[in-house]
């Protein structure tokens, strides 16, 4: 029986497309996946910034989750914006019924224009009932600080960061350094259990349309996973889809800050699998 590579987003709405759910939406698709959707939170934005956050009630959140596992049974999740402590807990306690083979944990706690998107209580949530079920989590620079509450400055404490990250009882983690000073960027692959980790280093593009880039990098490895790919592959695709996204979107003007990639420079047909 054939069937499509379908995967879960759980994330936030941005109604201005860049981001969240609806940057999700067009990655998954535009690998060839099947992308179904959990609305964590309804957010007003735009690219200039965020303005106000409401989330969804936690039974709501439960609810959309359970209806898609059991009926559509999905290959891969992935978490995006969760800014409630009892929506965190609604999460994991489907995960923990469900078992999805991949689960992909971007922690969202810093919009690209700076604000704060989660609240105080619900980090602790987040490190002690979703990354010890993650297959693998992606924070950014920002984010690793917070959670190790260490400076990370360079590749040497991006490595020593992301080994530290483990201890939350993920699979692996990738952390990502595009803030880093310099004209390259290195993101960084420990999974647990390796010593040696993997480096990813690219050019860094020039260009302000970078809203949604973290939602579109994990959505874009939780795709790659279900569609068969081991965790390495999956990142390298993933980053190499978002690198060509920037560079195709870069000179798009879209709104009058942060503005999106181009999510849709080269998509592919809806795959099949057995």
């Known amino acids: 029986m054939k069937k499509y590579p379908c995967v879960l987003s759980i994330a936030g709405s941005d109604c201005s497309g860049g981001a969240g759910i609806q940057a999700d939406l067009k990655t998954i698709s535009a690998l060839g996946g099947y992308a179904a959707t959990a609305i964590t939170a309804i957010t007003v934005q735009n690219t200039l910034g965020v303005r106000a956050i409401h989330p969804v009630p936690p039974v709501y959140v439960r609810g959309q989750i359970e209806a898609v596992m059991e009926d559509i049974r999905p290959d ?5 914006m969760i800014n409630d402590v009892e929506i965190v807990e609604a999460i994991a306690s489907c995960l923990r019924t469900y078992r999805p083979r991949f689960v992909v944990f971007d922690p969202v706690m810093v919009s690209t224009s700076g604000h704060r998107l989660i609240e105080e209580d619900a ?39 992301a080994s530290e990250l483990l201890k939350f009882g993920c699979g692996s983690v990738l952390l990502k350094g595009g803030h880093l000073e310099g004209d390259k960027m290195c993101d960084v692959l420990q999974t647990a259990g390796e010593d ?21 990098l994990s959505s874009a490895i939780a795709t790659f996973l279900a569609l068969g790919y081991d965790m390495p592959q999956a990142v390298e695709h993933a980053k190499a889809y978002v690198t060509k996204g920037i560079h195709a979107g870069k000179d798009v003007h879209i709104g009058e800050g942060h503005g999106p990639l181009n999510h849709f420079y080269a998509p592919v047909p809806m795959k099949t699998m057995k």
Request: charged share 20%; glycine share 4%.
């Open 76 to 80: 891969a999740v992935k978490i995006g």
């Open 123 to 161: 980090i602790s949530a987040l490190t002690r009932e979703l990354m010890p079920l993650a297959s693998l989590i992606t924070p950014n620079l920002s984010e690793a600080e917070v959670l190790t509450e260490h400076c990370i400055s360079n590749v040497d404490t991006m490595k020593a960061a």
């Open 196 to 216: 040696k980790p993997h480096l990813f280093i690219s050019d860094k593009i020039e260009s302000k349309n970078t809203h949604g880039t973290g939602c579109t």
